[in-house]
T-cell receptor, first 115, second 118 residues
Framework: AQSVAQPEDQVNVAEGNPLTVKCTYSVSGNPYLFWYVQYPNRGLQFLLKYITGDNLVKGSYGFEAEFNKSQTSFHLKKPSALVSDSALYFCAVTPGNSGYSTLTFGKGTMLLVSP | NAGVMQNPRHLVRRRGQEARLRCSPMKGHSHVYWYRQLPEEGLKFMVYLQKENIIDESGMPKERFSAEFPKEGPSILRIQQVVRGDSAAYFC????????????????FGNGTRLTVT
């Protein structure tokens, strides 16, 4: 069974500083990895995904994530944080190349960007 | 193109009543997933449906919960005889093709239904 760990419940960063939200995963075979963002009282919005290819994936709103197979990690990054980036971020994984499968989500990391 | 539509946004039920949550997928999407989000927890998969078929209900509680996705109309998640522990946000997601890892179909989520059982 697959699993996702987001070790930080909350990440605090000042506006303009770089941010990192950590994610590690466990899955059989090659993983498909995703990041979603959730704003208050809203559903999840897709940010980016890793399927195959380049380990550095670029997504929406200036976010990027780096797939590291040896460390089984998929950390979310942004060079310069904005106050509007404050939200709940979820990492998710599903086994690749296995037909349909269901996303397994981490518990989420609250990102707070201070002005 | 409207996104995934869920209604109601908020639902209050007394213990023992029934709750019906509706989800209309994005236009052209024939795959629907239901997830539950409990406080302080991530999203937990409940059920995956295609039109008129339940494909995977491994995340659904064995009793009181059921789901359907008829040929016409929205997908329905039904909870009978609700208990306080059912209080949560229930999210529906849809995709146009099989699988969630397909290059062209990340899941698209609705804004959720927040169920409160009093």
């Amino acid at each position: 069974a697959q699993s996702v760990a987001q070790p930080e419940d909350q990440v605090n960063v000042a506006e303009g500083n770089p941010l990192t939200v950590k994610c590690t995963y466990s899955v059989s075979g090659n993983p498909y990895l995703f990041w979603y963002v959730q704003y208050p009282n809203r559903g999840l919005q897709f940010l980016l995904k890793y399927i195959t290819g380049d380990n550095l994936v670029k997504g929406s709103y200036g976010f990027e994530a780096e797939f590291n197979k040896s460390q089984t990690s998929f950390h979310l990054k942004k060079p310069s944080a904005l106050v509007s980036d404050s939200a709940l971020y979820f990492c998710a994984v599903t086994p690749g190349n296995s037909g349909y499968s269901t996303l397994t989500f981490g518990k989420g990391t609250m990102l707070l960007v201070s002005p | 193109n409207a996104g995934v539509m869920q209604n109601p946004r908020h639902l209050v039920r007394r213990r023992g009543q029934e709750a019906r949550l509706r989800c209309s997928p994005m236009k052209g999407h024939s795959h629907v997933y239901w997830y539950r989000q409990l406080p302080e927890e991530g999203l937990k998969f409940m059920v995956y449906l295609q039109k008129e078929n339940i494909i995977d209900e491994s995340g659904m509680p064995k009793e009181r919960f059921s789901a359907e996705f008829p040929k016409e109309g929205p997908s329905i998640l039904r909870i009978q005889q609700v208990v306080r522990g059912d209080s949560a946000a229930y999210f529906c997601a849809s995709s146009p093709t099989i699988g969630q890892g397909d290059n062209n179909s990340p899941l698209h989520f609705g804004n959720g239904t927040r169920l409160t059982v009093t």
